[in-house]
């Protein structure tokens, strides 16, 4: 599997695993339980929305945490350029040393909030995973995106029902029709996305 996920830059998946399973658990950003699963939980299951963003694309990754999806999307696909975005200093700081030390040149750090970030962000995919509802991930990520780009939003069985509640709102914030997608059909829990492009 991860081989066949990140290709010639396992190394720094792994690197990046062993990052997440000391460093990271001891900060404090990745639950100690969540140890033993990273790679199918944590690590494979960002890596797949790869599968759902096209070629060369400019992505941010809002409150990106420890650094998922962001950085394993950043590895598993060179040809992207990924902000994290992150507003907390720890969490920012950290994912600053993971990034030097993986030498990841298509990865930016940047301490900020999603809604501070002004109307001069044109991202094409804004990607975010276990964020906040659906209604405040639309307010927060179709304004970066590009007339046209889309957000991401790995969801898990409640995505239907997310959809239905918060419809008005990703209208209202400029998106067009909500869409749920499977990525990662050779992982044993294949990962939800909504998808939602924004009108022009």
Request: charged share 25%; proline share 6%.
């Amino acid at each position: 599997m991860l081989s066949q996920i990140f290709g010639l830059r396992q190394d720094l998946a792994t690197a990046y695993h062993e990052s997440l399973a000391t460093d990271a658990t001891t900060r404090g950003f990745i639950g100690p339980r969540e140890t033993p699963r990273l790679w199918d939980r944590h690590i494979y299951n960002c890596a797949v929305i790869g599968e759902a963003i096209p070629e060369g694309a400019r992505v941010i990754d809002i409150g990106s945490g420890a650094g998922l999806p962001g950085i394993p999307l950043a590895i598993a696909r060179e040809d992207l350029q990924v902000t994290l975005l992150e507003p907390l200093l720890k969490r920012s700081t950290y994912l600053a040393e993971v990034v030097d030390k993986l030498a990841l040149d298509n990865v930016t750090v940047v301490r900020e909030r999603a809604e501070n970030l002004g109307k001069d962000a044109a991202f094409d995919v804004v990607t975010s995973r276990a964020v906040a509802p659906l209604a405040k991930l639309a307010r927060w990520s179709l304004p970066l995106c590009r007339p046209g780009g889309m957000m991401l939003a790995m969801k898990g069985a409640s995505a239907s029902e997310e959809i239905e509640r918060d419809k008005a709102a990703i209208k209202r914030a400029k998106g067009g029709v909500p869409e749920i997608i499977t990525v990662g059909a050779e992982l044993d829990e294949p990962t939800t996305l909504i998808r939602v492009h924004r009108v022009k």
